[in-house]
Every structure is written in structure tokens, then in C-alpha cells.
């Protein structure tokens, strides 16, 4: 009977180890259960904070967006309108170069018949220059053969008054 008295009371003792163990283990699971909620409620309470400053900032978040939105019309007007101006402006510069070579042609037709006046200026004035040239050899030739006569001349009175 000793056994047997032996026998429960160790197993009542591995019972009430067992029990006292998973006290223990309860109570950790209770202090971590709390220290959880206590996260949870620390987390809530920021996350209510955080909720709350969005809900603050959900004005400002829309201001801004109109601003973007205004800023980007404006950007949109700023934009067309230069592209406009470029436009007007690439118009004249065309208008501009039409001109301009227009009056480039115009310059060079009038170059061209100056030019042409010149060289026949120059042509005329070189056949005159031939036309004198000639004259005046003729006019040389015809005196050095007058001049030529009237020495033969004297040579041969010369010779026949001897």
C-alpha cells in the first residue's frame, strides 16, 4: 500500500507540477497578452493620431492640388501662347527670307546689268583705244614716210647739185 500512496502522490505531485506549470505559463501568456494590448492600444492611439493629422492635412492635400491644377492651366495658356509666338515668328522670318531673296534677285539682275554696261563700256573703250592706236601709227607711218621722202629728196638734190 506504500507503493501505491507512493505512487499517487507522485502523481498527484507531477499533477499539481503540472497544474503549478501551466500557472506559470498562463500568467506569461496573460502578460504578454496584456503587454499586446497595451502595443494595440498605443498603436491604435497613433494610428488615430496619424488618421487625425491626414484629416487635418486633407484641406492643405487639396489646396495644393487645385494650386497644381491652376499652375498647370497656366503652364498649359504659357505654353500655347508661346508656341504662338514662335509660330507668328517663323511666319515673319519666312516673310523676311521672301524678301530678302526677292531683293537679293533684284540686286543681282541689277549687278548683272551694271556688269554688263561695264564690259561693254570697257569694249567700246578698248576698240576706240585699237581705233586711236591705228590712227596714230598711220599718222607716225605716213609722217616717217613723208619725213623719209623729203630726206630722199635732199639726198638726191644733194647728189645731183655735186
Known amino acids: 500500500m506504500k507503493r501505491k500512496i507512493l505512487i499517487i502522490s507522485t502523481l498527484l505531485n507531477l499533477f499539481c507540477l503540472t497544474l503549478i506549470a501551466q500557472e506559470n505559463n498562463n500568467v506569461q501568456l496573460e502578460y504578454k497578452i496584456s503587454n499586446l494590448e497595451s502595443r494595440l492600444k498605443s498603436q491604435n492611439k497613433i494610428s488615430a493620431q496619424l488618421t487625425a493629422q491626414i484629416k487635418n492635412q486633407q484641406p492643405k492635400i487639396q489646396e495644393l492640388e ?81 619725213q623719209q621722202n623729203a630726206n630722199w629728196s635732199d639726198f638726191m638734190n644733194f647728189i645731183v647739185k655735186r
Not at 507668328?88 to 531683293?103: A, D, G, P
Not at 573703250?125 to 598711220?138: G, T
Request: positive net charge; charged residues 25%.
Open 66 to 146: 487645385q494650386e497644381k491644377n491652376e499652375l498647370a492651366k497656366q503652364l498649359n495658356e504659357d505654353l500655347n501662347a508661346f508656341r504662338a509666338k514662335i509660330e507668328n515668328l517663323e511666319n515673319e522670318n519666312k516673310k523676311n527670307t521672301e524678301i530678302q531673296e526677292l531683293k537679293l534677285k533684284e540686286l543681282k539682275s541689277t549687278l548683272n546689268s551694271k556688269n554688263f554696261n561695264l564690259y561693254l563700256y570697257i569694249a567700246f573703250a578698248l576698240v576706240f583705244a585699237l581705233i586711236l592706236f591705228v590712227y596714230f601709227m598711220r599718222m607716225a607711218t605716213y609722217k616717217a614716210i613723208s
